[in-house]
Nanobody, 122 residues
Framework: QLQLVESGGGSVQAGGSLRLSCRVSGSPFKTLCMGWFRQAQGRKRVGVAAADPIGVNSYLERVKDRFTVSRDNAENTLYLQMNSLKPEDTGMYYC????????????????WGQGTQVTVSS
């Protein structure tokens, strides 16, 4: 059974940086489409980044110049480097997986982690 465990969230001041990690077990990581999602309190969950198994990354437009998604297939881990953080980046960040060759932040992912909280203060 596929398991996803996020870590790396925390509280930072605006302009700061955080790096989120998502460790995956239970399935060949290198064949999975992976994504990061954000859910602010009272809002619906939105995709912020995706990394497909052939090396194509895609982003929500408003984060693409600040966030970088990457994957380490040897360590079965997905990362999200977040720079120049803004208060509107606050929310629970979820890692997700999909058994497909292509995906984007708009794709419907099947497997989810428990989330890690990011809080950005002004």
């Amino acid at each position: 059974q596929l398991q996803l465990v996020e870590s790396g969230g925390g509280s930072v001041q605006a302009g700061g940086s955080l790096r989120l990690s998502c460790r995956v077990s239970g399935s060949p990581f290198k064949t999975l489409c992976m994504g990061w999602f954000r859910q602010a309190q009272g809002r619906k969950r939105v995709g912020v980044a995706a990394a497909d198994p052939i090396g194509v990354n895609s982003y929500l437009e408003r984060v693409k110049d600040r966030f970088t998604v990457s994957r380490d297939n040897a360590e079965n881990t997905l990362y999200l480097q977040m720079n120049s953080l803004k208060p509107e980046d606050t929310g629970m960040y979820y890692c997700a997986a999909l058994n497909r060759q292509y995906c984007s932040p708009d794709s419907a992912f099947d497997y989810w982690g428990q989330g890690t909280q990011v809080t950005v203060s002004s």
